[in-house]
């Protein structure tokens, strides 16, 4: 089970976004939770990503917003981003 490190730069976007987003914040516990359980879990939608992120992966939280993370090793997962899909790729 991969141990959730939050960056800096998470940290601060996710304050902001759980100020505009309150009422996601009990689906955030519980996808972060299934990531660090089961990340390949099929509600996760866990993904590669391509470009300039492609060292990342994202999971959804919703229709409209994710969460982007990087492997640090098979024991860490670093948290590196949150918001719409537009804000984050």
Do not use: C
């Not at 939770?33 to 089961?38: G, M, R």
């Amino acid at each position: 089970m991969p141990k959730l490190t939050w960056s800096k730069r998470f940290k601060q976007k996710f304050d902001k976004w759980l100020r505009k987003h309150p009422e996601l914040l009990d689906v955030v516990k519980e996808k972060l939770k299934l990531l660090a359980v089961t990340p390949n879990a099929h509600e996760l939608n866990n993904h590669k990503l391509s470009g300039k992120l492609k060292e990342y992966r994202a999971i959804s939280i919703d229709m409209d917003h994710r969460i982007v993370f990087q492997y640090i090793s098979n024991d860490e997962v670093l948290l590196t981003s949150i918001g719409t899909h537009d804000e984050v790729y």
